[in-house]
């Protein structure tokens, strides 16, 4: 039995040095030797470090003993791990048959193998063959900043260890099977043990295991060896679950340092909002909020949070919202610690291009603008003015409330004060009051009678008297 | 007294503009018929600012702006009030004929804001006229809203009103059309103070 399939393996080497976001990344790595290290009991080895005389695998105290002024990081699982999520998410690009490989390393001083694998034999005719896959898939990881390795294999196992091997592209189960007999078993990956087992009883390539029969690697090496090589090889079925996006968005990102300057903060912060718009895209959602936290020494939090009227899949919206807002209303402190959140989506609409169509992109055009009002000015302080079914007057209006009314409403001045003030009359007041009495059933009960009134130039006033204790107040103007 | 009438070849000629009259001027009615007679085009004009002048709430702002605001709204174009002093009361509204649907308030809280506020809304494409409270605004704030509310998008330009207190009389002002407001017992009177394209010093009474 064979199948059918095509797996692309993107494999992560630096992923646990680019995981972390330490500024000397890039800049001169032989000047401050720079290394992560994996730690098992009291050993610790380089898993990852761009020096070019420092190897991984190395004991973490010889390469000390060489470059006393190396920097060790202790490697973060959990920041790898949402890094290879976030990698996954933008693999949706390319295909939804995704499988993550997050492998930690075998014994002492081995590596962790940490990639994703995705399923490309549905996608090849969408993208004009596996030449044209493999560019959209360059430019997509090009905008990463993480360091990559690209290896096509008919087999998910082939296509991991074609990465490791460097091989170029292997299309078919005949090529893979001859050019995986010619390599050493070190690029299998198998557990230490079996592999020592070969070793050690003269196998070199894996071409020397693949002259035995199933029975006897099985009676050697335990039932699953011969399954496991099947599976590599293509002459049986590999099912794997399927990564999905988790359904509410975390992301969290320490920074080497504590960062004061919120337009320094925008930098890291953008890689972080491009990979929740790969998460987007990869759900197929649109988001209306996004909040982010900035902590510093993971005590003092400093929530923002962006909303949008329109959902939207583009980070860039969130990142202006969040520009226009601290040009306001700068952080109040320094963050070493940013994490992204979002549980709310919607499921993404389709953009509606019509010919006319003037009014609805002019109310996007507000609507944007609204969200853009909002980060800058505080979320309360755009509103529309509304109605409420109240007969107080302090009460018939509400920000944001019913636009419309079913019964007739008595005439109303259209300047409410925010409080009714003291007023003193000084000629009797014509025309009958409009008595007022409601609210007894809660805390602010009203016995009124409201006139119209004239000021000292001659300006409408909307005057009551309160029948409880006989004392005026102004509540309106007319004019 | 009376000067000679000009002669019809003359009158007819675009690039003449005769004093006693008032300029063609793209504008939208205020609503107040006593009013629009004495303006340009007889009305707000579009694509440009207005100030109106008032000494303290109530004496016959909203009296003034709410027909053009009812007007705009109901034909599905946005309105707003940017810093107003006291709250636009909603049933009013909605009783002057205002679609409480494109209606919005906006409350800054500093000048710049406001100011930034009132920029960015007459930018919006579909806004159709912002009033905008303004203790202060210096020549170089009224050329920026002046110049928002040219470049407004859909057409026509958007009409800015800037609600200042009598001491922005002093100032020179870029604005078009500039208003003051006395209040009386009759009525709000409306002087024109400025009018580009029309004569000024002239008053009209709003109905009490």
Redesign the interface.
Known sequence: MSTTGLWLCIELPQLPLEALALPSNEAAPEAAPLVVYAQHGSRRWVIAGRHPRIGNGEALGSVQARFPDVRAVPRDIAAETAALQAVGCLAYGLSDRIVLSNETPRGLFDRPFQAVNIDIAPSLKLFGGLAGLLDRARSLLGTLPYTTRLAVAPTLEGAAVAVRAGLTPLADAGALRSRLAELPLEFLRWPLAAQDLLLNSGHVHLGDVLRHDAASLAARLGREFPAALARLLGSAPDPRPWFTPPPRYRRKLDLDVEIDDWQALLFPLRRLFDEFEAYLRARQVAATQLALTLSRRRTENEAFVLRTTTPTQDAGVFLRLLRERWNARPPSAPASELRLRADQFVALQSPQTQLFDDGHSDGEAWNSLADRIRARLGDGALWRPGLAADHRPEFAWSRDGERCSERPLPPRPPWLLRRPQPWIPRVPLAAAPERISSGWWDEAPIARDYYRAKGADGEGLWVYQDRRDGRWYLQGLWQ | MSSRPLPESLLQRTDLWVGSRLAAVAAESTGHAALDRLLPGGGWPLGALSEVLVPR???????LI?PLLARLSQA?R?VAFVAPP???????????GV???L???????SAV?CV??IE??LR????GAVAGWLASADERVQRRLQLAAEDNG?GGGAIGLLIRPPQARRQPSVAALRLAI?????G?IVEVLKARGGRVGQTARLAA
């Open positions: 709430p109530g004496v016959g702002e909203m009296q709410l599905g946005r006291l709250i636009p009361y909603a049933p009013a509204l909605l009783a002057a679609d409480l649907d209606c919005w308030v906006a409350e800054p809280a804001d930034w506020a960015q809304m919006c494409p579909g806004i859909s006395t209040a009386s017992a009759d709000p």
